[in-house]
Structure formats: structure tokens, C-alpha cells
């Protein structure tokens, strides 16, 4: 199994072969998303509906609500929030900052053994012991 950054599901949507290619190489492995990326393209909806109305807002949330049926969701748990709070500590501590979500990812990956992280930002996950596979768009 591997699990996908956000950034892959965006850029999905977005249309980018990039994306389409990194997946195509790994075709016979499980995709999976972690619940926290769900909460971060809703975020992005709640600015659609505000700023661009409801029409749109509900044409963009069918278009992702198809393309996350494509990935399994691992729900977060207790152990992913214990994990995800003691990183975000010891980063704190080092004076070293990363999004929340991408540490709730990081962890939900070392937490289902996952194989890979795929992402186009792999900075953002420069702290984890799982491989990252990036692509560019």
C-alpha cells in the first residue's frame, strides 16, 4: 500500500499527466489516502462555495467525491494523534515547523506500513522514515 498526499488528489483533479504517470508505475499496489486529506479538500470547497457560489462548489465537490473513490481512507486514530502530537513536539522543541497534515499523513503511512508517500512536495515530509516518491507537474 501506498499512501497519497493531497497534492496528488488535486493535481488529479487538475488534470496533470504528471500525477497519472507516478501512479501508472505503481498500478498494481493499493492507494490510500489518510481522513486528514479529506478535511483539506473541503477546506478548499468551503472557499469555492463562498467565493464562487453553490453551482460551482457542487460541480468541483462531485468531480472529487469520484476521484476519492479510487483510494482507500484510513480513518485517523488514537495512536496516529499520539504519534502525530510527539513529532509535532520534538519539532516544536528543534525550533523546526511542518503542517499538521502533512505530519498526520506522515504518521498514518509509518502507522499502516505503507510502502511509499506520494507527493509533489516531498520537503514537506523530509522527516520521514517512509520513502517518499515525488513527481513534478
Known amino acids: 500500500m501506498m499512501v497519497v498526499d493531497t497534492t496528488v488528489i488535486i493535481d488529479i483533479w487538475r488534470g496533470r499527466n504528471n500525477v497519472r504517470k507516478c ?3 505503481y498500478s498494481d499496489n ?12 473541503y ?5 469555492t462555495k463562498k467565493e464562487k457560489g453553490e453551482k460551482l462548489y457542487e ?6 467525491i ?3 473513490h479510487n483510494f ?3 480513518p485517523l486514530s488514537t495512536e496516529i494523534l499520539k504519534q502525530t502530537g510527539l513529532i509535532r513536539g520534538e519539532l516544536r522543541r528543534n525550533g523546526e515547523m511542518l503542517d499538521l497534515a502533512d505530519i498526520i499523513i ?9 510502502s511509499k508517500i506520494i507527493t509533489r512536495n516531498p520537503k514537506h ?3 520521514s522514515p517512509i520513502p517518499i516518491e515525488s513527481y513534478n507537474v
Do not use: P
Open 66 to 68: 469520484k476521484i476519492l
Open 30 to 41: 493499493l492507494f490510500a489516502i489518510s481522513s486528514i486529506t479529506i478535511e483539506e479538500i
Open 125 to 127: 515530509f523530509k522527516k
Open 72 to 74: 482507500q481512507i484510513i
Open 106 to 114: 506522515m504518521v498514518t503511512a509509518q502507522e499502516t506500513h505503507a
Open 43 to 47: 477546506d478548499g470547497l468551503g472557499y
Open 23 to 25: 501512479l501508472e508505475q
Open 59 to 64: 460541480e468541483i465537490r462531485d468531480q472529487f
